[in-house]
């Protein structure tokens, strides 16, 4: 009962094609008729075929050509089977190896647990690929650095999941300032997010914990959104968890910088949100002060103007996010997002060592990277 109800619900959220995604992807079966449409493009690779690179990256691919994928792998068989039957995938890869090998194979979608992204997305580009790594990009330093010198090289061969910058919501309210806009601004995102237990491999500290897993993605925004001013050099950082014991769980982190710009983060998981992550955003720069319900709705204040927006289906940027090396809408900045990353894992590190307070210098982490990446 509940899951019909949860899929009713899906329907008016999401729409009928996806929620028959996310059912495909949760149950693992082949959903008749949806993936049905023969593309001539086979020229793609998956790899983590787990809930987002099925139902999501899996549904959009589908949704733009058609059944597009040459190859996917998973390190759980079971997975990469069920996948490929669902998503019509020509074949199963049985070693990442495989994909590289394969001269058809030209973008690699990689989905897969957090430390593995960043060594198969050096390991793709090394081998000529072009990459999508979903988030995050790295969870340490050096894999970062790893990645970083490659993709300094290569820029245009690289994509990144980190989608809220490609939602409805925040394209248009960056439109709704005509120019740059100047000045400090505030952001405040309360995030309930899903109950992951202690053994979810999310929380294995190697795997970068949910700051990495989750935090990451409005950290991110954060960086983003400073991005259309100009990035700031200081960042200090507080941390307040509300259980010591599970410090990345349920906690606040407020960070505010050496331009005077304000952000809060409060990820909270105290019960299953039943119509999956739920996100409040509220935001103030210049004249304007926005509000961002769930991606769904969104209302702008400008001076005495008032404008309300409604997104359905729900958009948290996935699609454009997915789509990114096939279109023309510029690509995430690697400076953004080198600079979101670098920033989340000071934050992991404090994490780790039960830090309240840190200070972050973008010059001194980017010596940092650069340190790691002579020891290459
Ligand atoms: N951008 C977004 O909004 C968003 C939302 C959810 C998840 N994600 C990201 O998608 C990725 C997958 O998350 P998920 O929710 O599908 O998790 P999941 O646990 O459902 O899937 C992960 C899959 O990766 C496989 N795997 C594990 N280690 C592997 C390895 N070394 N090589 C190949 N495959 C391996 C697992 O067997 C599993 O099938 C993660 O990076 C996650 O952060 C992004």
Avoid at 273 to 278: A, K, L, S, T
Wanted: aromatic share 10%; glycine share 6%.
């Amino acid at each position: 009962m509940s899951l019909l109800r949860k899929a009713w619900r899906y329907l008016w959220i999401y729409g009928p094609r996806r929620t028959l995604f996310k059912i495909a992807g949760r149950s693992r079966r082949k959903i008749p008729f949806v993936s049905a449409r023969r593309s001539t493009r086979r020229d793609i690779a998956l790899i983590g075929c787990g809930q987002f690179g099925v139902a999501t990256i899996g549904y959009f691919l589908i949704r733009r050509f058609g059944r597009c994928l040459e190859q996917v792998y998973d390190t759980d068989m079971s997975k990469a089977q069920s996948a490929s039957s669902i998503l019509g995938a020509r074949r199963v890869a049985n070693s990442v190896e495989d994909i590289l090998r394969d001269p058809q194979t030209d973008l690699i979608y990689i989905a897969s647990n957090h430390a593995s992204h960043a060594d198969y997305a050096v390991a793709a580009l090394d081998a000529g690929k072009r990459v999508y790594i979903e988030k995050p990009v790295a969870v340490t330093l050096d894999q970062l650095a790893r990645l970083n010198r490659r993709v300094e090289k290569k820029p245009d061969r690289v994509s990144v999941g980190y989608n809220r910058p490609f939602s409805g919501a925040i394209k248009t309210l960056r439109k709704t300032f005509r120019e740059n806009p100047s000045g400090p601004l505030s952001l405040s995102c309360f995030v309930s997010g899903h109950v992951i237990g202690a053994d979810h491999w999310y929380r294995i500290p190697e795997e970068g914990t949910r700051i990495c897993g989750n935090a990451g993605h409005w950290i991110d925004l954060f960086v983003h959104l400073l991005s259309w001013r100009d990035l700031p050099s200081i960042f200090r950082i507080q941390m307040m968890s509300a259980d010591l014991g599970e410090p990345d769980d349920n906690f606040a982190l407020s960070i505010a910088t050496d331009q005077g710009d304000i952000f809060s983060l409060m990820l909270t998981a105290r019960s299953e949100p039943f119509e999956g992550i739920n996100e409040t955003i509220n935001f103030q720069q210049d004249s304007i002060i926005c509000k961002i319900d769930d991606f769904r709705q969104m209302t702008i204040w400008d001076g005495p103007r008032v404008k309300k927006w409604r997104f359905w289906p729900k958009d948290v940027g996935h699609r454009v996010g997915i789509e990114q090396p096939f279109s023309d809408t510029p690509r995430r900045k690697w400076l953004e997002v080198q600079t979101s990353t670098l920033l989340m894992l000071r934050i992991t590190e404090m994490v780790r060592k039960g830090e309240a307070e840190a200070e972050f210098s973008r010059s001194q982490a980017l010596d940092e990277l650069r340190s790691w990446e002579t020891l290459q």
